[in-house]
């Protein structure tokens, strides 16, 4: 009976949830065509491609790009006659991430609903994505950030070029790296899953291909012949597939000065159990070598909010340890205390210092590392409310990574 209970009362919740989030787009005015085509799609032969359709916001993602995208995948992944799918962007970017600053507004009005449908869509998606029965081709010609890398990395293959700038960089807008980036990040060669987390700088092309967050290499102005070719194939086999993408990929070699050269340093300064030990382990080296990857490093560091950089930490050292599904349910508790619970002042200030102001002088609360108590990192890790549901993935139906 206690379970019957609580089953009923998440419906109920969710079904409130749902309800608020139509009726706030009802009150913008926004029209069903208009949310749909923030995700076109395009067939040929037995492959389909979704299209992330919101160039001038760098196809920052939406609730309803969230909904659109798992309908189509789950129309697609259940048709005999489509053999795989292929993801991409329009314009300059694949994908830039979650659309934050909707969500800082969405915050500024009370709307917390609107917010758990955004995340708990996303997230079910990227859950979807990781467990697709198909093999998936992300192309990701362009700014791949945050939430783009959480709808492409768990796909099959990932296609990066020239153009493409990958990073997690929630840390600076006093978030925590979210959309399964706890996983991928966690999974990375050596400490380099910190340090992307921690610093939110970025890696090209050629270090997604080195350190195994792409697949595949080539050109961007190779990108179009790769489409057409992949378009021509008639299969559900991902080795087929692979073997097309193998005929364009192209070998590319990271900047001998970037972050993949330093692996051993990486090791030694965010190998550190803490925050501050990382800290001053890259202040010795920064002293000893004059390096300026390491002031640099340290300079990202000292301008991002003390909290999410130790929340971010025990993120990513806990999803070197679990799987995908597990990170998201974790990651979906810690992203409604970021921005619905008692820690989203620091997220609106960063989105605030960021992207709407943008006088780049955020405010963080606590303002320093050793001011960030062991306790505020655990209820970040908590339950909104003790009645607050978890995420919920179909585990049972799908397996996860």
């Given at each position: 009976m206690h379970s019957a209970k609580g089953l009923l009362a998440r419906i109920v919740r969710n079904k409130i949830w749902r309800f608020g989030y139509r009726r706030s787009f009802c009150l913008l005015k926004v029209t069903t065509e208009d949310l749909d085509n923030q995700v076109l799609f395009e067939g040929s032969g037995c492959s389909r491609t979704a299209i992330l359709n919101r160039p001038s916001a760098l196809n920052a993602l939406t609730t309803h790009m969230g909904v659109r995208l798992h309908k189509l995948y789950k129309n697609w992944e259940e048709d005999p006659n489509i053999g795989f799918v292929m993801m991409k962007g329009s314009g300059?970017?694949?994908?830039?991430?979650?659309d934050i600053v909707s969500l800082y507004h969405l915050r500024k009005r009370g709307s917390p609903d609107a917010m758990r449908e955004f995340f708990w869509t996303l997230y079910s998606f990227i859950y979807f994505l990781g467990t697709y029965l198909k093999p998936h081709v992300a192309i990701l010609n362009g700014v791949t950030m945050g939430g783009g890398a959480g709808v492409s990395i768990p796909g099959t293959f990932r296609v990066a070029t020239d153009r493409t700038i990958f990073a997690t960089p929630e840390t600076i807008i006093g978030f925590h790296p979210d959309a399964g980036a706890s996983f991928n990040l966690s999974h990375l060669p050596g400490r380099l899953g910190e340090y992307l987390g921690l610093t939110g700088l970025k890696l090209s092309g050629a270090e997604m291909l080195a350190c195994g967050l792409a697949t595949h290499y080539i050109s961007s102005k190779e990108v179009p012949v790769l489409e057409e070719q992949l378009k021509k194939l008639l299969t559900d086999d991902p080795s087929v597939v692979e073997a097309s993408l193998e005929k364009c990929a192209e070998v590319a070699y990271p900047e001998k000065t970037g972050v993949l050269r330093r692996i051993d340093l990486l090791e030694k300064c965010f190998g550190h159990d803490t925050v501050e030990e990382i800290v001053d382990s890259l202040e010795i080296e920064a002293g000893r070598t004059k390096d300026i990857w390491c002031t640099t490093t340290l300079r990202r560091l000292k301008e991002t909010s003390p909290l999410s950089l130790k929340v971010a930490l025990r993120s990513i050292r806990e999803g070197r340890f679990q799987t995908l599904d597990q990170c998201l349910i974790r990651e979906y508790k810690m992203s409604l205390q970021g921005t619905v619970g008692v820690f989203s002042g620091n997220f609106c200030e960063g989105?605030?210092?960021?992207?709407?102001?943008?006088?780049?002088?955020?405010?963080?609360?606590?303002?320093?590392?050793e001011k960030v108590t062991e306790d505020m990192v655990d209820n970040y890790f908590s339950p909104l409310t003790p009645s607050e549901p978890d995420l919920d993935l179909p585990i049972k139906l799908r397996e996860s990574i």
């Amino acid at each position: 009976m206690h379970s019957a209970k609580g089953l009923l009362a998440r419906i109920v919740r969710n079904k409130i949830w749902r309800f608020g989030y139509r009726r706030s787009f009802c009150l913008l005015k926004v029209t069903t065509e208009d949310l749909d085509n923030q995700v076109l799609f395009e067939g040929s032969g037995c492959s389909r491609t979704a299209i992330l359709n919101r160039p001038s916001a760098l196809n920052a993602l939406t609730t309803h790009m969230g909904v659109r995208l798992h309908k189509l995948y789950k129309n697609w992944e259940e048709d005999p006659n489509i053999g795989f799918v292929m993801m991409k962007g329009s314009g300059r970017a694949f994908c830039a991430g979650g659309d934050i600053v909707s969500l800082y507004h969405l915050r500024k009005r009370g709307s917390p609903d609107a917010m758990r449908e955004f995340f708990w869509t996303l997230y079910s998606f990227i859950y979807f994505l990781g467990t697709y029965l198909k093999p998936h081709v992300a192309i990701l010609n362009g700014v791949t950030m945050g939430g783009g890398a959480g709808v492409s990395i768990p796909g099959t293959f990932r296609v990066a070029t020239d153009r493409t700038i990958f990073a997690t960089p929630e840390t600076i807008i006093g978030f925590h790296p979210d959309a399964g980036a706890s996983f991928n990040l966690s999974h990375l060669p050596g400490r380099l899953g910190e340090y992307l987390g921690l610093t939110g700088l970025k890696l090209s092309g050629a270090e997604m291909l080195a350190c195994g967050l792409a697949t595949h290499y080539i050109s961007s102005k190779e990108v179009p012949v790769l489409e057409e070719q992949l378009k021509k194939l008639l299969t559900d086999d991902p080795s087929v597939v692979e073997a097309s993408l193998e005929k364009c990929a192209e070998v590319a070699y990271p900047e001998k000065t970037g972050v993949l050269r330093r692996i051993d340093l990486l090791e030694k300064c965010f190998g550190h159990d803490t925050v501050e030990e990382i800290v001053d382990s890259l202040e010795i080296e920064a002293g000893r070598t004059k390096d300026i990857w390491c002031t640099t490093t340290l300079r990202r560091l000292k301008e991002t909010s003390p909290l999410s950089l130790k929340v971010a930490l025990r993120s990513i050292r806990e999803g070197r340890f679990q799987t995908l599904d597990q990170c998201l349910i974790r990651e979906y508790k810690m992203s409604l205390q970021g921005t619905v619970g008692v820690f989203s002042g620091n997220f609106c200030e960063g989105v605030r210092a960021r992207l709407v102001d943008k006088d780049e002088a955020p405010k963080w609360d606590p303002p320093s590392l050793e001011k960030v108590t062991e306790d505020m990192v655990d209820n970040y890790f908590s339950p909104l409310t003790p009645s607050e549901p978890d995420l919920d993935l179909p585990i049972k139906l799908r397996e996860s990574i």
